[in-house]
């Protein structure tokens, strides 16, 4: 016999299950979907590094349909976009006027819902795997760095780039209470003088109690300089109360040594610091009683960061001169960085060395030096990383990441592709390294003509001239066949002079 209670329970249930029998389509969200491709449309259209019409872009994504459901096709023909099944069609619009964003966002959204309608492996990724399907397709025609991010994903990203950061404290639970287990060096909470081990009560007056490691952890992280209020308790000092401002110390990036007569730099990143921390062992560098010869660059695995460190790291060791030009259709996407005129380097022999991993950032500051005459460059073909990306949030909380700006060097060749061609290489095995300093020591620079084709190399061109251009240094893992040849140009200046472009805005030496 059933009791009473759980015949109530049943009798409850029974409605619901009513309204949604099984097999039943769950409902495609039509109107957000249309308000994510006209928004989509709208914002790549006027931005994109080459102008595409609206009907190309909707068309590139469109098959992405047709990779989640290879028995699904769509096409455009006679001026009627169609969605069809190998048997029968199942959905047609006309083809909008090609400058009506909205039209084309609606008919996107409109072939999505077709297919969602019929097709099981649609619905199996849910609405924001129709989405990301239509971009991944569409982003396979364009570059490498433009893409879509889902709405979970773009959440923590925005997270991220807006300094969403906690106190330098991490926390576990320990017989029912919350305990600090680390205190991060440098950080508020260090400065505070909290120790681990001590209990954390509460968070902005929110009690512990019952509470989670994580939850603790959640509420304490908030945006960059915003102030936390923590209750704690600890056998020493009892129940007390600190403030403390949301900050997290920067891991380091800048790593510095001297080897014999050289002052060398490690850059491993470019984070928000980076900068000021390179200017600041320059500077630390130089004011001892044997200073340094010379000071090397090392970017060897350096993968980029921040656009503005990089050009602030250029601005360190420069005197005058462009350091970089990011050019785009968008006039918002063009802007010069120009050197401010103080070198903290004393005009000292300045050697960058780069291997195949170096990207983006570190490229850019690499040619910087390289293009200005200020440094030579030692190691091999770079990453070629010189494209630089906007961002739009979505209405479904995702964000497109659209690449609108090329970076250019000082001489005007773009870093994408091409990449940094050093003075002097590397990579092409031991005997030709010693042939390449003892020319170079003569006065000669036997890379001459590989390092003109590069300097003058300007798009549109062919994959086989980025080949063979970069086929005269090939990219490769760095070793220390790279430092060693930094010893020997800081030691020789001659072959330092030879090994020297001139800086930008004058002639190169001519191919031999």
């Keep these: 016999m059933i009791p009473a ?5 049943l009798l409850l249930i029974v409605p619901a299950e009513a309204q949604t029998p099984p097999g039943t389509i769950p409902p495609f969200p039509t109107a957000l979907s249309q308000a994510v491709f006209t928004q989509a449309l709208a914002f790549m259209q006027p931005r994109t590094l080459v102008s595409y019409s609206l009907p190309t872009l909707a068309l590139w994504g469109l098959p992405g349909l047709t990779a989640l459901d290879p028995s699904l096709a769509t096409d455009l023909s006679a001026g009627t976009l169609r969605l069809s099944l190998p048997d029968r069609i199942l959905a047609v619009r006309p ?6 964003v909205a039209g084309w966002g609606a008919a996107i959204a409109a072939l999505a819902a077709a ?5 099981p492996s649609v619905r199996a990724v849910g609405p924001n795997g129709v989405t990301e399907a239509f971009f991944d397709e569409l982003f396979n025609h364009f570059d490498p760095y ?4 889902a709405p979970g994903d773009a959440a923590s990203e925005r997270a991220l780039r ?8 991490t926390v576990a639970l320990q017989s029912g209470a919350i305990v600090i287990v680390t205190v991060a060096a440098g950080s508020p909470a260090s400065d505070a003088h909290i120790l681990p081990g001590e209990r954390l009560l509460s968070v902005d007056g929110a009690p512990t109690r019952g509470r989670t490691a994580r939850w603790a952890e959640d509420e304490m992280a908030g945006p960059e300089g915003t102030p936390v209020v923590l209750t704690l308790f600890d056998l020493a000092t009892g129940v007390h109360t600190v403030t403390l401002p949301r900050h997290e110390p920067a891991p380091e990036t800048v790593f510095a040594s001297r080897a014999h007569e050289m002052l060398v730099l490690r850059i491993s990143a470019f984070d928000a610091s980076t900068g000021p921390h390179l200017a600041n062992e320059i500077a630390a560098g130089l004011s001892v009683s044997d200073p340094p010869q010379g000071i090397v660059l090392d970017l060897r695995g350096n993968r980029g960061g921040l656009l503005d460190q990089a050009v602030y790291a ?3 060791l420069l005197h005058r001169g462009i350091i970089a030009t990011t050019a785009g259709r968008d006039p918002a996407a063009r802007h010069i960085w120009a050197a401010s005129g103080a070198d903290m380097a004393r005009d000292l022999p300045v050697v960058v060395v780069v291997d195949g991993l170096t990207a983006s950032a570190a490229e850019i500051l690499a040619a910087a030096l390289a293009d200005n005459g200020r440094a030579v460059v030692v190691g091999s073909a770079t990453l070629g990383k010189g494209l630089v990306q906007t961002i739009d949030q979505l209405p479904d909380g995702g964000e497109l990441f659209v690449t609108w700006s090329q970076v250019l060097a000082p ?3 773009p870093i994408q592709s091409l990449g940094i061609l050093p003075q002097v290489c590397t990579s092409l095995g031991q005997p030709a390294l010693d042939r390449q300093l003892a020319l170079l020591a003569g006065g000669s620079q036997p890379l001459a003509r590989a390092i003109y084709q590069h300097e003058m190399a300007r798009p549109p061109f062919p994959l086989a001239q980025i080949l063979a251009i970069r086929a005269a240094c090939p990219a490769t893992v760095g070793s220390e066949a790279s430092m060693v040849a930094a010893r020997v140009l800081i030691d020789n200046p001659a072959a330092y002079a030879a090994a020297l472009l001139p800086p930008a805005g004058r002639p190169l030496f001519p191919p031999e």
């Design 5 to 9: 209670r759980a015949l109530l329970f």
């Design 95 to 100: 083809e909008p006027p090609a400058d009506d």
């Design 115 to 119: 297919s969602w309608q019929e097709s």
């Design 146 to 149: 433009s893409r879509y991010v």
């Design 162 to 169: 807006s300094g969403w950061i906690g106190t330098g404290l």
């Design 314 to 316: 250029a601005d360190v």
């Design 411 to 413: 001489r005007g060749w």
